[in-house]
């Protein structure tokens, strides 16, 4: 747009060519644009940045301020490739060109991993990454089922590490494809398969190490889940100790490669073999340490007199009992001796104070006829009937006129 309002002797000011600009700038609105993140800081709270034009020498500067910062999923930084919807503004005062990021996401394999993180989240949230969901691995597994590619490497470090390691062991392998559009559906054959054989015992799902692209059929939510249903105790060699697709965490084990998973599935037999003499041997030392300690205490108490001569266990106890029964019938009889005395003159003391005693030194007891006792001579008249009470009887008889 040409204009012809300004000239040497009749220049513009410095601010209406910025509020020119800035004009223009706004007319244009909001642009979804794409490029690789150059920079990438934050400070209170507000984001500022650099967006690079991978295919041509060009960058932006952009700004997500903290009111927009929710829209912007968690997980972008320096480096990420991303599509960005941005306002451009135009700093008057400053003359700096910014664009305010309304929205931002992952593009390519950047959107790809952002829904892999999501996925995640969402599984862990579901308790399927849980330590306690996680099953014990057989100790000596008799059959042990393998999902791995028909003919691989990994099958073979599989077979040929179990094998070495415990020969009697017993294989079921079931071929499946390890990547590509049949690799989901394949593996969950193989595992249903697998699942319904009573005598496998764990599971190892094996395939080297591969690109992200090619793994990525290992994260997919249809065999993650399958997964997690199995009642086998599943083992995951997928890839290489960098590479981990949600099929390790929800697999009851992860191995770093198929070698280590036959490795950490198989016990190895010559240690195995080494151990159990290590145990017999402690054992027998064991053994030996207690059956010497008693008999040692058996000699002992052999050696004692006692034992030598049992019938000292008796006498001792015999004599301190005959000992006992003597003095118990030497109190005894004192006891009956002091208590015959003490009844006699209790016996004698009663006799004297009775009057059957006074009767018997010849005294008397005189009764009228109603049968009171006469202690006074007022208490008769003359011709009254009396009886007297002697030591042997009474006599009948009568108060004289005189």
């Not at 400070?43 to 929710?70: E, I, M, P, Q």
């Not at 065999?223 to 965490?249: C, K, M, N, Q, Y």
């Not at 008769?380 to 009568?398: F, P, Q, W, Y």
Request: glycine content about 8%; hydrophobic content about 40%.
């Amino acid at each position: 747009m040409a204009t012809n309002d300004s000239s040497p002797e009749a220049p513009w000011p410095v601010a209406k060519l910025s509020e020119l600009l800035g004009g223009y700038i706004e007319r244009l609105g909001s642009v979804w644009v794409e490029g690789e993140i150059t920079q990438w800081g934050e400070s209170g709270g507000n984001v500022y940045g650099k967006l690079r034009d991978s295919d041509a020498d060009a960058s932006v500067a952009f700004t997500v301020w903290r009111r927009t910062r929710s829209e912007i999923p968690e997980g972008i930084s320096q480096g990420d490739r991303v599509v960005a919807q941005v306002r451009p503004s135009w700093w008057v005062k400053g003359g700096t060109l910014s664009m305010n990021v309304l929205a931002m996401k992952h593009t390519g394999l950047g959107e790809l991993l952002e829904k892999l993180a999501q996925l995640k989240e969402t599984l862990q949230k579901e308790g399927l990454f849980a330590p306690e969901r996680k099953k014990r691995l057989p100790l000596l597994p008799h059959t042990i089922g393998v999902v791995t590619g028909k003919d691989s490497d990994a099958e073979k470090d599989v077979i040929t590490n179990a094998t070495l390691r415990w020969p009697e062991v017993s294989l079921r392998v079931e071929h499946a494809a390890v990547q590509g559009e049949r690799c989901v559906t394949e593996v969950i054959a193989a595992l249903t398969t697998l699942e319904a054989d009573p005598n496998v015992e764990v599971i190892i799902v094996a395939r080297g190490g591969g690109d992200f692209q090619n793994l990525l059929p290992f994260s997919d939510e249809r065999l993650v889940r399958f997964a997690a249903s199995l009642t086998t105790p599943l083992v995951s060699a997928i890839g290489h100790e960098a590479d981990r697709p949600l099929l390790d965490e929800v697999a009851d084990l992860r191995a770093s490669t198929p070698t280590d998973a036959a490795k950490r599935v198989v016990p190895d037999v010559g240690e195995e073999r080494s151990r159990l003499r290590d145990v017999r041997e402690r054992l027998r030392t064991k053994l030996g340490s207690v059956i010497e300690y008693e008999t040692e205490r058996l000699a002992a108490f052999r050696s004692r007199p006692s034992l030598a001569d049992p019938e000292t266990l008796i006498d001792g106890p015999m004599e301190d009992v005959l000992l006992l029964l003597a003095r118990g019938s030497d109190l005894a009889g004192r006891a009956i001796e002091r208590r015959e005395s003490e009844l006699t003159q209790l016996h004698s003391s009663l006799r004297g104070l009775s009057p059957q005693g006074t009767l018997d030194r010849g005294y008397a007891i005189a009764r009228n006829a109603r049968g009171h006792v006469i202690s006074r001579v007022d208490e008769v008249n003359a011709g009254d009937e009396l009886s007297l009470i002697v030591s042997d009887g009474t006599i009948a008889t009568h108060v004289d006129d005189n």
